[in-house]
């Protein structure tokens, strides 16, 4: 290991626009959708459409700033610049635990889908198995990073447009079911097509969030990107159609393929149905998807929380060992020392398997939720900072500004609520004020010790 260096920019437009879309294709669509399905029905598609609609605003946000400052840290740099020391200290740490949840739930559906194939392997084995190859390859270099997260979220793409048009076939001609057309009225027929009524709608949002979890990882590319001020703007505009298209079709399919209420957690929805309906193979090349999915999305995970780390570590609010970057040019320390409290994952599936990933994905969203409400907050305090006449000029616009800010706040604000109505998810709400509690004291013991981040906010400004 070198003495402190810069990221270097080896992520080209092809990279981050894949990253992009790997970052919203992963765990919460090819297995959490399973419980989305189960709360509304369906309605499951109008869940993701308006869960994606918000989350492409959020985005908006993180863009304008991005744009504007491509920095790595990416929304702790301007938490920190543009709120304050505290908020930069809390936003960034939040992002790295947010993402060691989610790391661990993905290390957990690795062994689901192995299980259907081999019961018998436990799931803590096939986690143990991914940990350390997603740990080797986020070594290795961040344009190997970049060219296996390229490829991994094109399988992804590709197999989610094939499934759809191949269960369109299904739906329209019988195509590989006899013949015999299964046509729309498992839309209906089911107790109606939102049978758990507006309050299953709402209360679904919240597992769709962990689903959307992680499209964000675009502003953390911007300190590796070549020319953030062209690809970034990009990116998060196809985020939109995206999520019309990976997640409204797919969902669209497979509640019209097979009754909504015999869809089951047993793996992963769209393995299962296929099976269901009598198509095997179909159903194992499915599987290998969603394994590659599960492995794409840990990649992204690892390469986010090491980049999140190494910006903590610049700012002053991390362990300065962890600013050393190695010859290949990446914060090596970062990433073992991420992937290290990620291996927890592995022993708590050993002791406590099919627990762990309702566990974790009830602490990633609230955890996720705190991050795009601070993401909000920040680009309210960035814009007034700015002034009008900077914000005439700014290259990437967050639209309807300042009206779509504060409709946005005030829908993660509801989200917040409807956690307390989900038992699963209600553990989270008690461990927060624990966690950001933990932080503040974090945050004063670091100030009382005279550490300051002067160096850090000269070169930001």
Not at 180 to 200: Q, R, T
């Amino acid at each position: 290991m070198g003495e402190t260096q810069e990221l270097k920019r080896s992520l080209k437009n092809r990279h981050i626009q894949l990253i992009a879309l790997g970052g919203a294709i992963g765990t919460g669509l090819f297995y959490g959708s399973a419980s989305t399905i189960g709360l509304v029905g369906p309605a499951v598609m109008l869940s993701y459409a308006l869960g994606g609609f918000f989350i492409f605003l959020v985005m908006r946000c993180m863009g304008e700033m991005t744009v504007h400052t491509p920095v790595s840290g990416a929304f702790s740099a301007f938490a920190y610049k543009y709120w304050g020391d505290m908020a930069g200290f809390i936003s960034g740490w939040n992002y790295w635990f947010c993402y060691v949840a989610v790391s661990m739930a993905e290390i957990t559906a690795v062994g689901i889908y192995v299980n259907y194939w081999f019961p018998d392997i436990p799931q803590w084995v096939s986690g143990f198995v991914m940990f350390l190859i997603i740990t080797g390859i986020n070594l290795i270099g961040v344009k190997a990073f970049g060219e296996i997260e390229f490829w991994g979220a094109i399988i992804k793409v590709l197999a989610v447009i094939v499934m759809i048009l191949f269960g369109l076939a299904i739906i329209f001609f019988g195509f590989g079911h006899g013949g015999e057309a299964i046509g729309f009225s498992n839309l209906w027929e089911h107790g109606g097509f939102l049978p758990k009524g507006f309050k299953g709608l709402m209360l679904s949002l919240v597992v769709v969030t962990f689903a959307f979890g992680g499209v964000e990882l675009i502003g953390i590319t911007a300190g590796e990107a070549e020319n953030p001020d062209k690809t970034i703007p990009k990116a998060i505009n196809q985020v939109l159609y995206r999520i019309l298209i990976f997640y409204v079709g797919s969902m669209l399919v497979l509640v019209t393929l097979f009754p909504w209420d015999k869809v089951g957690l047993k793996g992963s929805p769209f393995v299962m149905i296929f099976e269901q309906l009598g198509i095997p193979a179909a159903a194992s090349i499915l599987n290998i998807i969603v394994l590659t999915a599960t492995f794409s999305a840990y990649n992204s995970c690892l390469y986010s929380n090491a980049r999140m780390l190494f910006g903590l570590a610049e700012q002053g609010n991390a362990p300065k060992f962890l600013k050393k970057v190695g010859k290949t040019g990446v914060p090596a320390y970062c990433v073992l020392f991420s992937s290290g409290i990620v291996g927890i994952a592995v022993i708590l599936n050993a002791y406590l398997p099919g627990q762990v990933f309702g566990i974790v994905m009830s602490i990633a969203v609230l955890a996720i939720i705190i991050n795009w409400i601070m993401i909000l907050i920040t680009h309210n305090k960035f814009r007034r900072i700015i002034g009008p006449s900077e914000a005439g000029l700014l290259k990437f616009k967050m639209p309807f500004y300042p009206i779509s800010n504060y409709v946005t706040l005030a829908y993660l604000g509801l989200l917040i609520v409807l956690m307390w109505f989900l038992p699963d998810f209600r553990v989270s709400l008690y461990l927060a004020p624990v966690w950001l509690g933990i932080l503040v004291v974090a945050y004063k013991i670091k100030r009382g010790k005279g550490m300051n981040n002067s160096e850090y906010l000269k070169e930001a400004n």
